[in-house]
């Protein structure tokens, strides 16, 4: 039986559906974040990703409706497995002094991911031709970019008690 082909198109959207799930579960996993987070500017550092994540959401309706389909998740077992993974590092370590740099850490990780599909998201939107979609989901790649580097700044603050003194 010989393999259909299918379009870069179908790959656009099935991978745009994929992060559209994925971006509901973020949304929700940032706002478990906040709370658990100890330190007062990674808590803000979720609280405006929290904000920027439903504007993501917001954007990818919009490319949606830019290739004429509604919008629609599909599990997204990567993120999936990233955030059990949080849940059970908030388990062991969410009441120690470790807990903050296991939430970097996790968040790290969603943020790589993003970075990945929204970056494979904006080439092919170019290819395909869907300029709109292309500055659309660059922006969202350029935000999740930016929130991995806070994350890394706060990171290394965190591990760094004199830079922590200078900071204040």
Not at 20 to 26: G, N, P, V
Not at 39 to 54: Q, S
Not at 108 to 124: D, F, M, N, V
Request: glycine fraction near 4%; aromatic fraction near 6%; proline fraction near 3%.
């Amino acid at each position: 039986m010989p393999i259909q082909e299918k379009p870069l198109s179908d790959a656009f959207y099935e991978t745009l559906k994929d992060i559209y799930f994925a971006e509901k579960q973020i949304l929700k996993a940032l706002k478990r974040s906040v709370r658990a987070a100890h330190a007062p500017d990674l808590k803000e550092a979720f609280e405006t990703h929290a904000t920027e994540t439903a504007h993501h959401v917001e954007r990818l309706n919009e490319v949606f409706g830019l290739i004429g389909k509604a919008p629609r998740s599909k599990t997204c077992e990567a993120t999936q497995g990233i955030l059990a993974e949080m849940e059970e590092d908030l388990e062991d370590f969410g009441s120690t002094e470790a807990a903050d740099a296991v939430l970097i850490g996790c968040a790290q990780c969603i943020e790589h991911y993003e970075i990945s599909r929204y970056g494979t998201l904006k080439a092919w939107a170019a290819t395909l031709g869907l300029t709109q979609a292309e500055k659309l989901l660059g922006e969202t790649l350029e935000e999740e970019k930016r929130t991995d580097a806070l994350l890394t700044e706060i990171a290394e603050r965190e591990s760094n008690p004199e830079a922590m003194l200078q900071a204040s």
